[in-house]
């Protein structure tokens, strides 16, 4: 698993001290492959984080941390979402800002 | 609405940022084109913001202050009073008792104003400002079943996108049963089936079909009613 997408789906961020979101951070030793990408494996089960697998299309996917809260940190996370005409905006960018982020849907 | 707010209070330090939360960008963009919003208007095709910052149902709102901090977490967001909605008579029973719930749905557009509004005049001494062990406090209950089931989202979403909705079908019913309270997840899936092909824009009815279990008013009326529909 490549580590910067983790980090842009999760909010938590492999670092040596182990696995990190805001000022938490929990032990994973092996989370970090020596190639630098990460066990999928090992961070599953150190942050309850469930592996749902798709056996007929050969899928995986790693849920979101799990047995607290919705929020683990008050900490925003930084995800990088696109606009109508496919520009890349990253939450972080209104930093000096007070920010509203309002949900809605067509449906 | 929001773009009215934002042209109000971007001049004294404050962004709004809107999410769209649609699989497919070309339901939400006619909204955003209308909408003219001179403010962030993003697309989260992936629903991923649900599982980053606890979105379960629209509209909601996360505040976030200067540093980066959530200060309010995910909760119902209105800036306009709902309009109640009155039926002409003969109309279907199934739609009458769909009304019959809208017209229950919470209005918290006065207060979530005032909120706002404390906001902008004291900054970070409102009191509607939270601690960060507050807004962790007041996020929701996150159990390993509604974890399972974002990822079961996502597989779905994923399918739907490289092979079709057939092959997502299973992971969103497994989503839907997983966290039932997770309207996004359902609103997202039902109104797939239930769109007529070539239609202008997405069913918003979401009634009974024969590839979900679940439909909008018998969920809704499964919850509690239209009172519990934000939780």
């Known amino acids: 698993m490549d580590p910067l997408d983790f980090t842009a789906r999760t909010g938590w961020t492999a670092k040596p001290q182990g696995l990190c979101q805001g000022d938490v951070c929990v032990p994973a030793p092996g989370a970090i492959k020596a190639d630098g990408t990460l066990d999928a494996t090992v961070i599953s089960e150190r942050l309850r984080m469930p592996l749902v697998h798709d056996e007929a299309h050969g899928l995986w996917a790693l849920g979101p941390a799990s047995g607290g809260k919705a929020l683990t940190t008050a900490v925003a996370p930084d995800p990088v979402l696109r606009d109508r005409n496919g520009d890349s905006f990253s939450l972080s960018s209104l930093r000096g800002r007070r920010t509203i982020m309002v949900a809605w849907a067509s449906w | ?231």
């Open chain 2, 1 to 231: 609405m929001w773009q009215t707010l934002h042209a109000e209070l971007e001049p004294v330090g404050f962004t709004v940022v809107t999410v769209a939360l649609d699989i497919d960008p070309a339901n939400a963009t006619p909204w955003i084109d209308a909408a003219a919003p001179t403010h962030p208007s993003l697309i989260d095709t992936g629903h991923i913001t649900n599982d980053l910052f606890g979105f379960v149902n629209v509209p909601m709102s996360v505040w976030i202050d200067e540093d980066g901090m959530i200060v309010r977490p995910a909760e119902l967001a209105l800036l306009e009073p709902r309009v109640r909605r009155e039926l002409s008579p003969g109309m279907p029973e199934r739609i009458v008792n769909m009304m019959a719930e809208v017209n229950k749905l919470p209005d918290v557009s006065v207060s979530y104003r005032a909120m706002i509004d404390d906001w902008v005049a004291k900054g970070s001494l409102s009191e509607f400002i939270l601690s960060p062990g507050e807004v962790i406090d007041r996020s929701r209950p996150y159990p390993m079943e509604h974890a399972r089931a974002a990822a079961c989202f996502e597989l779905g979403q994923h399918l739907w996108r490289s092979v079709g909705h057939e092959a997502a079908v299973p992971w969103w019913r497994e989503a839907h049963r997983l966290n039932p309270d997770n309207w996004t997840y359902k609103r997202q899936a039902w109104t797939l089936v239930t769109t007529p092909e070539g239609a202008d824009a997405p069913d918003l009815l979401q009634g009974p079909n024969d590839v979900y279990e679940g439909n909008w008013l018998d969920d809704v009326l499964a919850a509690g009613g239209g009172e519990e529909y934000y939780g």
